[in-house]
């Protein structure tokens, strides 16, 4: 027999039906498939910082090599890394938690799933506002939730109301997962509208809050506040989710970490111990340096990305049929490209929804995008901006002369 054979002898769990491969990671296989042909592509649909992890973190991972720290590690995390999560917390969010209020995962991508596995039952319901982070649906449906998804529109800056809420609040609502700064939108909840929607959550004590702060740092106009610093009332059902694969440059390190009420935690790092165990001690040690130490590289970081996101913004702006809000945090745009749907292409092809748009783009300019339908919201392309500058003109200008050729 083949080891490539595709077909499964034996059927695969029926859950895996209700799943696809995440559409972030098939663009990036797609962009590597395409480069390995010879095509010149320009990659908007990176998900990851593009700069390289700063030396002073990667040198913490080397002598945790060398001093032999490659062994597992407590469940929940190493105690050097808990402290620096701790410290982290009380220094820029103003928020104490107990160790045991903390766990380190492979990934916030691994807490966030354990996190739904460890409290849904079949079809308990998990509000999603979308444009939604790709996997919060998958992730939902693999632990047999159901996802309720609740548009967040345009005009309300890409954010749900407090109203919309509490209108898809039912008895069987188990969760609210919200991202903020979000992906794809970029778009930012002040304090004004966390303080609405925390107030409807407390209203309805049998719901959960778990907030993606995986962006917190890239937040360009304002500080970032975490919904705990508006309510600390809800402390015993809000789990934070965080990590340092964004902020540091760290998403091939797979550290994550989470932060909330001890017996959520303690749920969480049981189901952690039956299947990864911990997460390496190498990148531990690392992440405990890149959280305690200098944070330069941080705010560095973050002034670098909101000059790639003023040119992007400012150059797709100039693109007739694209509407391109200003993302507030993240590092992404996600224009409305509503207006070329109806337009036909060079080749005689009339464009009728966003993935022809995305499939326009790649083949007539050779800048690769991802489609809003996969965020949950059609009409609209993800452009990431963690790619330098000259990148960011060179790929604008492509798309500029890709759509000026539509009829
Ligand atoms: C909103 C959001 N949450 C979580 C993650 C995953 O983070 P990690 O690398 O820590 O698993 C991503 C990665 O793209 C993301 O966009």
């Known amino acids: ?115 739904l596995s460890v409290t849904l039952d079949k079809d308990d319901e998990v509000i999603i506002p979308a444009p939604y982070w790709v996997s919060y649906p998958d992730m939902v449906l693999l632990n047999d939730g159901k996802p309720v998804i609740l548009e967040a529109s ?101 550290i994550g970490y989470a932060a909330g009420p001890a017996y959520l935690i303690k749920a969480i790092s049981t189901l952690i111990s039956q299947t990864t165990s911990c997460a390496s001690e190498i990148s531990q040690k690392a992440a405990a340096t890149a959280l305690s130490g200098d944070q330069t590289c941080v705010r560095e970081t973050t002034a670098l990305y909101k000059k790639r996101r003023d040119t992007m913004v400012a150059l797709l702006s100039d693109i007739p049929g694209l509407v391109c809000p200003q993302p507030q945090g993240a590092f992404y745009v996600f224009p409305n490209v509503q207006g070329l749907l109806g337009k036909t292409t060079p080749s005689g092809k009339t464009l009728s929804n966003d993935l022809d748009i995305v499939h326009y783009f790649l083949d007539a300019a050779g800048v690769a995008v991802l489609d809003g339908t996969a965020y949950g919201v059609p009409g609209y392309i993800r452009l990431s901006f963690a790619t330098d500058l000259e990148t960011i003109k060179i790929g604008c200008e492509m798309l500029s002369q890709a759509c000026s050729q539509l009829k």
């Open 154 to 254: 345009e005009h309300n800056g890409f954010k749900m109301t407090a109203e919309s809420l509490e209108a898809a609040i039912t008895d069987r609502t188990k969760w609210l997962l919200l991202n903020s700064p979000n992906n794809p939108s970029g778009s930012l909840y002040t304090e004004a509208e966390l303080r609405e929607i925390l107030a409807v959550l407390q209203r309805y004590p049998h719901v959960l809050l778990m907030i993606d702060e995986i962006y917190e740092h890239f937040s360009y106009e304002q500080d970032y506040i975490s919904p705990l610093m508006v309510n600390s009332g809800l402390g015993a059902r809000t789990l934070l989710i965080n990590g340092v694969s964004k902020a540091y440059a760290m998403t091939g390190w797979r």
């Open 1 to 115: 027999m083949s080891t490539t054979d595709t077909l499964a002898p034996v059927p695969l769990a029926r859950k895996m039906q209700r799943i696809k491969p995440s559409a972030s990671m098939m663009a990036k296989k797609k962009v590597e498939t395409l480069r390995s042909e010879g095509k010149k592509i320009i990659d908007f649909t990176i998900g990851e910082p593009d700069l390289k992890t700063p030396a002073h973190i990667a040198q913490a991972g080397i002598e945790a090599i060398q001093n032999g720290c490659t062994k597992y590690t407590a469940t929940s995390g190493i105690p050097e890394l808990l402290r620096a999560i701790k410290e982290k917390y009380q220094r820029e969010n103003k928020l104490d938690f107990a160790l045991d209020q903390l766990v380190v995962g492979t990934g916030a991508k691994q807490l966030i799933f354990s996190a």
